[in-house]
């Protein structure tokens, strides 16, 4: 076993998007070799419905798939293909785009008026940008939660994990997406494929990712040098965290507890050309993904 060090921490910066949303984004839109084969990464969290209420009206997507996890609130959904429906707290879509759809996405607060949610967008490789769309809608109730003897969760949304399944599958990225919680003090350790890039986004409480070597205080908001830290100082909510190789991630919970998700995915390796929520390899591919738009011809005939 080899433990994956904790090479990058970054807090996801405030964003606006759609028509008007207030997000904060961990990753996206800049080198998209750092995490393949994730492009994007969304923490829409808000506790005021005018920040989020205006959503993302009809938009295009084409050579993508996107995972969309809430947590709080809801999320109407409805496409250009017909398909419309309603994301509550704990469910989980996760749409293949393939050669194009027309979707929009409108929050809506629960009782109090909070949304929290989570989106990603997970590249597919060449032979499969231009495949046929498809959605994938998963309810809270069906995604499997294992308890460890100390109180850790993990909630397996996507691959296998402690000897579960999550529901979702057949996807181009073969990931892992799950959703843990270490309760307050409990070093824990969670085994990841040797192959896949790895990343952690931790969003309620603090906690400390150890290295090879010895414990180094990743969540600090401070620059960290790498000498031990003590955990009390520390703070997690809204922390990207990237590891490099290694088979196993070990963190140490704090006082609090420390909730996040471990997502990893198979690299894809090819070239990116990137329009917005359009992704293909080339600039050409995007140039007619364009003329598509204009000519009313972007969504392709269902085979």
Same mark, same amino acid.
């Given at each position: !076993? $080899?433990?994956?060090?904790?090479?990058?921490?970054?807090?996801?910066?405030?964003? =606006?998007?759609?028509?008007?949303?207030?997000?904060? *984004?961990?990753?996206?839109?800049?080198? %998209?070799? !750092?995490?393949?084969?994730?492009?994007?990464?969304?923490?829409?969290?808000?506790?005021?419905?005018?920040?989020?209420?205006?959503?993302?009206?009809?938009?295009?997507?084409?050579?993508?798939?996107?995972?969309?996890?809430?947590?709080?609130?809801?999320?109407?959904?409805?496409?250009?293909?017909?398909?419309?429906?309603? =994301?509550?707290?704990?469910?989980?879509?996760? !749409?293949? /785009?393939? $050669?194009?759809?027309?979707?929009?996405?409108? %929050?809506?607060?629960?009782?109090?008026? +909070?949304?929290?949610?989570?989106?990603?967008?997970?590249?597919? %490789? /060449?032979?499969?940008?231009?495949?046929?769309? *498809?959605? +994938?809608?998963?309810?809270?109730?069906?995604?499997?939660?294992?308890?460890?003897?100390?109180?850790?969760?993990?909630?397996?949304?996507?691959?296998?994990?402690?000897?579960? $399944?999550?529901?979702?599958?057949?996807?181009?990225?073969?990931? +892992?997406?799950?959703?843990?919680?270490? %309760?307050?003090?409990? *070093?824990?350790?969670?085994?990841? @494929?040797?192959?896949?890039?790895?990343?952690?986004?931790?969003?309620?409480?603090?906690?400390?990712?150890?290295?090879? &070597?010895?414990?180094?205080?990743?969540?600090?908001?401070?620059?960290?040098?790498?000498?031990?830290?003590?955990?009390?100082?520390? $703070?997690?909510?809204?922390?990207?965290?990237?590891?490099?190789?290694? @088979?196993?991630?070990?963190?140490?919970?704090?006082?609090?507890?420390? *909730?996040?998700?471990?997502? &990893?995915?198979?690299?894809?390796?090819?070239?990116? /050309?990137?329009?917005?929520?359009?992704?293909?390899?080339?600039?050409?591919?995007?140039?007619?993904? !364009?003329?598509?738009?204009?000519?009313?011809?972007?969504?392709?005939?269902?085979?």
């Amino acid at each position: !076993m $080899s433990l994956r060090p904790a090479i990058a921490t970054t807090k996801a910066v405030p964003t =606006l998007e759609g028509a008007g949303v207030k997000l904060h *984004r961990a990753f996206g839109f800049h080198n %998209p070799d !750092m995490l393949d084969p994730f492009l994007l990464f969304d923490d829409f969290r808000n506790e005021k419905p005018e920040d989020f209420q205006k959503g993302f009206p009809w938009h295009p997507h084409r050579g993508i798939e996107t995972i969309t996890y809430v947590l709080n609130g809801t999320v109407e959904h409805g496409d250009s293909l017909g398909n419309e429906g309603t =994301l509550g707290a704990g469910d989980i879509q996760w !749409m293949t /785009a393939g $050669s194009g759809i027309m979707h929009q996405e409108m %929050p809506k607060g629960n009782e109090r008026g +909070q949304m929290h949610g989570f989106q990603l967008w997970a590249n597919l %490789p /060449a032979s499969l940008k231009m495949t046929t769309p *498809r959605y +994938q809608d998963v309810q809270g109730t069906e995604i499997p939660e294992v308890i460890d003897d100390d109180g850790t969760r993990v909630k397996i949304i996507i691959g296998e994990f402690w000897g579960k $399944s999550g529901p979702v599958d057949g996807i181009a990225a073969d990931p +892992q997406y799950l959703d843990i919680f270490v %309760p307050a003090g409990v *070093r824990k350790t969670f085994r990841i @494929d040797t192959y896949r890039r790895a990343f952690a986004y931790v969003f309620e409480g603090e906690g400390q990712f150890a290295d090879a &070597s010895k414990p180094q205080g990743v969540l600090l908001e401070k620059e960290v040098r790498g000498e031990e830290l003590n955990i009390r100082d520390m $703070s997690g909510d809204r922390t990207l965290v990237q590891f490099g190789t290694g @088979d196993e991630i070990s963190v140490q919970a704090g006082e609090h507890g420390l *909730r996040f998700l471990l997502i &990893s995915g198979a690299p894809i390796q090819e070239p990116v /050309a990137w329009h917005g929520p359009i992704v293909m390899n080339t600039k050409e591919e995007i140039m007619q993904a !364009m003329r598509d738009l204009r000519n009313d011809t972007f969504i392709q005939p269902i085979h």
